[in-house]
């Protein structure tokens, strides 16, 4: 089995900065990509940073120029660094991964959460 386990969230001033990592561990054979998604109470669930294998990386229109994506390949771990933070920033954030484990086969796995808060 697969597992992303997320750190690094928390309660943050508007302005302050956060480092959010997700590391993938069990039977991995690749990684497509991996990313951040958040959801906000009442909101759907939306894309907020992604990466590929290849080191390509989109970013949602609301996070650009304050947000970076990156990644370790050798440790199979993502990270998000937020900078400039807004109260529009709440949010549970999800790790994401598309990954080639045990069977071989391309599935998607998802973090646990972890719940970033932003007071203005």
């Known amino acids: 089995q697969v597992q992303l386990v997320e750190s690094g969230g928390g309660l943050v001033q508007a302005g302050g900065s956060l480092r959010l990592s997700c590391a993938a561990s069990g039977i991995i054979f690749s990684i497509n990509a991996m990313g951040w998604y958040r959801q906000a109470p009442g909101k759907q669930r939306e894309l907020v940073a992604r990466i590929t294998s290849g080191g390509s990386t989109n970013y949602a229109d609301s996070v650009k120029g304050r947000f970076t994506i990156s990644r370790d390949n050798a440790k199979n771990t993502v990270y998000l660094q937020m900078n400039s933070l807004k109260p529009e920033d709440t949010a549970v954030y999800y790790c994401?991964?598309?990954?080639?484990?045990?069977?071989?086969?391309?599935?998607?796995?998802w973090g646990q959460g972890t719940q970033v808060t932003v007071s203005s």
């Open positions: 994401n991964a598309v990954l080639s484990d045990s069977t071989r086969f391309t599935r998607n796995y």
